[in-house]
């Protein structure tokens, strides 16, 4: 599974960082401006392509702690240089387990790519009051909002699109998942409980050009449909078949739809407010 998975991993990641939504990001580079040093913590951090993403774009001295539960990604993450002016470390968690004890330590800013799709209503509900009680910045990326848009069209698309949707509310490990819901649920929670949010889509635009990723994404969508059992088992294949043949003669495209967010604590973090104290008794 962990071979699949850093495999994925890589796949996807040039759609990743192409589809990240540029005000989104911008805005959290703005958050980090006038800081020397910035401590980041990476939830499920994959081999790290948050880091790679964001760390060439902030100015300052970095230390990135990337979390994840698997541990040859992690070390797949250890063994990529990082960037100039970061510092890397890595543990293995459990966040339905440890969320509390990773949040309890200094953090000027808290990541997670593609993972809040895969969080149950009451783990995200715990996680954003988390954030809210420390007065955490988040920077969520790349959660799937259940659009996609493939073309040619086909007769099953719907009834596959449907599946995979369902598929998405099953249980990732945290429960059943928001799925398609969560980014949406996140924005709206962070929001009630006094942050700013800057959001945005985020959507992987997958070319003819991109064969390979597509006929992945396909091959996914197609297991997890048949999982579900809604479709035959016949008319999957057929279905990944014909999508097969428009690959080949390139003249497949696909659009999956993503959000991402930046949620700020309004007002003076305390840590903002201890460095100004600071700088003022030093004058």
Sequence with gaps: MSGFAARWLALREPYDLRARNAVV??????????????DIVDLASGTGSTLRALAPRLRSQQSWRLLDSDLDL???????????????TTAAVDLNRDLEKILARKIDLLTASALLDLVSESWLHRFVEEAARRSLPVYAALSYNGQIEIRPADSVDEAIVTAVNAHQRGDKGFGPALGPLAASAAIARFESLGFSVV???ADWVIGPQDGEFQMETFRGWAHATKELDELSSADVDEWLTRRRYAVAAQCSSICVGHLD?????MGTREADRSQSSNTSSSS
């Design 199 to 201: 959001h945005g889509k």
């Design 261 to 265: 967010f930046f949620a700020r604590p």
């Design 25 to 38: 990001l911008d805005s959290v580079v703005g958050s980090l401006a006038r800081r020397s040093r910035v």
């Design 74 to 88: 992690l070390a797949h993450a250890l063994s990529t240089p990082a960037p100039s002016g970061v510092t890397l």
